[in-house]
């Protein structure tokens, strides 16, 4: 396997993705897509270990907010966070007011560069804030398609699981989001204060069923 042992997750180490939006450089772009098509989804699992937690140094480095949330999670022991991610995607474990979870891992054959976390159903609460996917892109590894990635091969997931559309929310100033999801079809349903966030909040549908 090509998994790399304690590796350090530095930038040169991951993979150049970034898609020219010159209409010359026609090569580039196709190698580009070649590259992003060696993407994939994987379930969490053992072999990423190095991997994940210089994921979350970068998080932390930067002091950023934890997206999605079970980056949180408790992971010093990580055969212990994989069994909860695990329950937690067949609704096991949960607390109150929570519904059934699935986290994924955007991978190459070393790295995870992203992780999603697709709610299989919407609460009151999800359907005001939070909707059913939030996605986070390993920093060093943003402005390269992986985010729109990300969400393509959720929305897959999505699907896969019988549901006919998907509600995103997202800060208004969160324009890498906002471009994310509308390059996946999003259609913005409404947007609002949430004093909670002290922002605006947007709400956007995507529909499932044309995929
Ligand atoms: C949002 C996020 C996932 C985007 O990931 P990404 O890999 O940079 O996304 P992409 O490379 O697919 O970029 C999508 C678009 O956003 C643009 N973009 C990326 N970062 C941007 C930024 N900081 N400001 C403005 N536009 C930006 C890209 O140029 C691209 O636009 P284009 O399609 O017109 O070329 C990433 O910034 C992230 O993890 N943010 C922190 C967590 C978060 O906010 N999650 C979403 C919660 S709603």
């Not at 180490?13 to 026609?26: K, Q």
């Not at 989804?41 to 991997?51: F, I, Q, T």
């Not at 950023?64 to 609704?91: C, D, Q, T, V, Y």
């Not at 955007?106 to 996605?135: A, C, F, M, Q, W």
Request: with cysteine; charged share 25%.
């Amino acid at each position: 396997m090509a998994f790399a042992q304690g590796h350090s997750g530095t930038r040169s180490s991951l993979p150049n993705l970034r898609i020219s939006r010159s209409r010359r450089n026609r090569a580039a772009d196709a190698l580009a897509y070649c590259e992003l098509a060696l993407l994939r989804l994987v379930k969490p699992c053992k072999d990423y270990e190095a991997s994940y937690r210089s994921l979350l140094k970068e998080f932390e480095t930067r002091r950023e907010r934890l997206i999605p949330f079970p980056l949180s999670f408790p992971h010093a022991n990580f055969s212990e966070l994989i069994g909860k991610l695990e329950e937690n995607s067949k609704g096991l474990g949960l607390p109150d007011g929570f519904v059934a979870h699935s986290t994924y891992w955007l991978v190459t054959d070393s790295e995870i560069l992203g992780v999603s976390n697709l709610r299989h159903r919407l609460t009151p609460e999800l359907r005001k804030e939070g909707g059913n996917i939030g996605y986070g892109i390993r920093p060093t590894a943003r402005r390269q398609g992986h985010g729109s990635e990300l969400l393509r091969l959720t929305l897959q997931k999505a699907k896969e699981l019988g549901l006919a559309k998907v509600l995103l929310t997202c800060g208004k100033v969160n324009l890498a989001s906002v471009k994310v999801i509308l390059a996946n079809g999003g259609a913005l349903e409404s947007e609002e204060f949430v004093a909670a966030r002290n922002e605006v909040v947007q709400r956007y549908w995507i529909d499932l069923v044309q995929l």
